[in-house]
């Protein structure tokens, strides 16, 4: 509340705004003092800048700093039945061309891609940043748009310390194979060599990168996803030579033979991604070292003789 000279009562008194209607109320006599008015600040906040009280802002989409106009040009729309005139602007624009246009629909794909495996925003700028790097370059013409985005989001990923399996970008890839993506990343990785002078570092995978959600995806108990993670830890002492996603299938199907709810072989291949034929060569390594991997809180030695044996 505010004070305002009111003409009934003959000097300032405190008003009252009533925003759903635009008036300014006494609070004395309930004279309305301003009807109508017009509330100049803006309809939402944007969290630009916290500190200070008045933001500018009104409309428009975020910024985007990887664009060269941030995401703020203007686009000529036709309308239903060309509403605009004879369309002459709209046909105007599009001559002209739009430099722009196609890394905003790479970051679309992006975006789209990112969305359907539920990655986090960091996740997608990190990939909409490489894919600007490369188109900086002018080397991404000619080349297969899906696979080179899925293998942004793929880098991307593991840089962020969130890989995903080949397979699981594959799936949401629009159609590109796994060989396409997997030229399309070594392509990338040379490209930003030659732009930095040295390799990009795409971070180490370990078994333990994939477990919670594989976990997530078998519907397993916080107390098995516990035993996992320990075993997962313990087996990195030894010598296993196969690749982390194995191995943490392996480890999977090797902690649900000694529960209760025990999974088939099948059931994990589908939520890890990984062959029956590859779990069953990972387990084969890791049974020798059972007994030392697997935590005793959760399994004692007589408990160990449930496991299957890998000749079985």
């Not at 919670?212 to 830890?233: D, P």
Request: net charge neutral; with cysteine.
């Amino acid at each position: 509340m505010s004070d305002t000279y009111c003409s009934d009562c003959k000097r300032n008194t405190e008003v009252v705004f009533d925003h759903s209607a635009g008036d300014t109320v006494c609070s004395e006599c309930g004279l309305v003092l301003e009807s109508r008015s017009i509330d100049e600040t803006s309809e939402w906040r944007t969290f630009a800048d916290d500190s200070g009280d008045h933001d500018p802002n009104r409309v428009g989409g975020p910024v985007n700093p990887l664009l060269a106009d941030a995401a703020l040009s203007t686009v000529i729309s036709r309308g239903p039945n060309g509403s605009n005139g004879d369309g002459s602007l709209s046909r105007l624009q599009n001559r002209g061309g739009d430099p722009e246009r196609a890394i905003v629909l790479a970051f679309k794909a992006i975006s789209n891609m990112a969305d359907r495996l539920s990655l986090v925003a960091t996740i997608k700028d990190r990939a909409s940043e490489i894919y600007k790097r490369l188109e900086d370059q002018k080397c991404t013409r000619g080349r297969n748009l899906d696979a080179i985005v899925a293998a942004c989001i793929y880098i991307a990923c593991r840089q962020e310390g969130k890989p995903r399996t080949v397979k699981e970008i594959c799936s949401i890839a629009n159609g590109a194979t796994k060989k396409e993506i997997g030229r399309a990343k070594e392509f990338i990785v040379k490209q930003l060599k030659v732009e930095m002078g040295e390799s990009i570092e795409m971070g180490t995978i370990h078994a333990g990168d994939y477990l919670r959600r594989f976990c997530s995806n078998l519907g397993m108990s916080h107390e098995e996803i516990k035993a996992v993670q320990e075993t997962v830890k313990k087996s990195g002492d030894f010598d296993i030579r196969r690749s982390p996603i194995s191995i943490a299938a392996a480890i999977i199907f090797m902690i649900t033979q000694l529960s209760e709810s025990k999974k088939a072989l099948r059931d994990i291949s589908i939520a890890t991604t990984v062959a029956e034929g590859t779990i069953k060569n990972a387990y084969k390594d890791l049974y020798p070292h059972a007994a030392k991997i697997i935590p005793d809180w959760y399994a004692k030695e007589r408990d160990l003789k449930n496991l299957s044996s890998p000749k079985a």
